[in-house]
């Protein structure tokens, strides 16, 4: 429900971010000093995977879109009777 | 509900703009889905064609952006079993990979979580991706699939650990990079990365 069908398109990219990272960050309890070493680290690192996976999407989306797929769009439309 | 071609209306306007404006994510993850941007373009006008065919059996308010994206998978898949010769094109698109290495504004580290991604099982990649780029829960991801929620998680949570573990090997190290590297440069991108989030 929190998670909205459509993105908006501004991308505030640290909104992004920060959404990637409270996917695998878990609040206060998971930085327990008790915690193994080990296993904070694999962690982080997984943390990082997520920035980078969530990086590397996004510059794709921010590409500007080739005009190619609106003509189509265009040319489908009017097939279909599209505006009067 | 008839067969009969839909005339223009109201609906079809409000479709479009959404579509539109789901066709930068579609490029993405036809991108994920093939390794080549040109293949993927051709991929991604097809499944917002197929869509705005089949606009009549969508239904506004639902969620359009899961619904294309599971006609592009479908149509990735058809593809694929018809006329695609994976091994070789899986080949062809590392080779592109590879290349498009020597353009020295990319950031290593993406490079080689690309080539990390694309040595994991294409099942693994597609959840994992769907999941941790594209922004869908679970339960999005697994209508997209057509599969359990059960096995999207554990699709995505295998994947997390075998790219893991190919990053940690620094199986992809080239120019005589320590092997190592790929796993420190991603941790030090997305330092970067996430800096400007509390800058």
Same mark, same amino acid.
Request: net charge neutral; with cysteine.
């Given at each position: ?18 959404? %990637? ?21 694999? $962690? ?15 510059? %794709?989306?921010?590409?500007? %879109? ?8 265009? $040319?489908?439309?009017? $097939? ?5 | 509900?008839? =067969? ?5 209306? *109201? ?45 009549? *059996? ?68 597609? =959840?994992?991706?769907?999941?941790? =780029? ?38 992809? =190290? ?26």
């Amino acid at each position: 429900m929190g998670n909205p069908a459509f993105p908006p398109f501004d991308n505030h990219k640290s909104v992004r971010v920060a959404s %990637v990272l409270s996917m695998t960050d878990k609040p206060s309890a998971a930085r327990d000093a008790s915690l193994p070493h080990g296993v904070e680290e694999a $962690r982080l690192r997984q943390q990082a995977i997520g920035v980078k996976l969530r990086h590397m999407f996004d510059q %794709v989306v921010n590409e500007p %879109v080739p005009d190619e797929f609106l003509d189509i769009l265009r $040319r489908a439309d009017e $097939r279909t009777g599209g505006k009067a | 509900m008839g =067969a009969a071609p839909k005339p223009a209306s *109201s609906d079809d306007e409000g479709f479009k703009r959404e579509l539109i404006q789901l066709i930068p994510h579609l490029r993405a993850f036809a991108r994920t889905l093939t390794g080549d941007p040109t293949a993927a373009d051709d991929l991604a006008q097809d499944a917002m064609m197929k869509a705005w065919d089949a606009r009549a *059996s969508y239904q506004m308010g639902t969620n359009m952006k899961a619904w294309t994206f599971m006609i592009l998978r479908n149509q990735f898949y058809s593809e694929k079993r018809r006329s695609w010769r994976q091994s070789q094109l899986d080949q062809e698109a590392a080779e592109r990979t590879l290349v498009a290495v020597d353009d020295p504004e990319a950031p290593v580290a993406l490079d080689e979580l690309r080539q990390a991604l694309s040595s994991l099982p294409e099942e693994q990649r597609e =959840a994992l991706i769907l999941v941790g =780029a594209g922004g869908f829960a679970y339960e999005e991801a697994a209508e997209i699939c057509q599969c359990a929620v059960g096995t999207v998680k554990s699709r995505v949570s295998r994947a997390r650990r075998a790219l893991l573990a190919t990053l940690e090997r620094g199986g992809y =190290a080239r120019d005589g990079r320590a092997a190592g590297d790929a796993m420190r440069s991603i941790l030090a991108d997305a330092d970067r990365l996430s800096g400007a989030r509390s800058g």
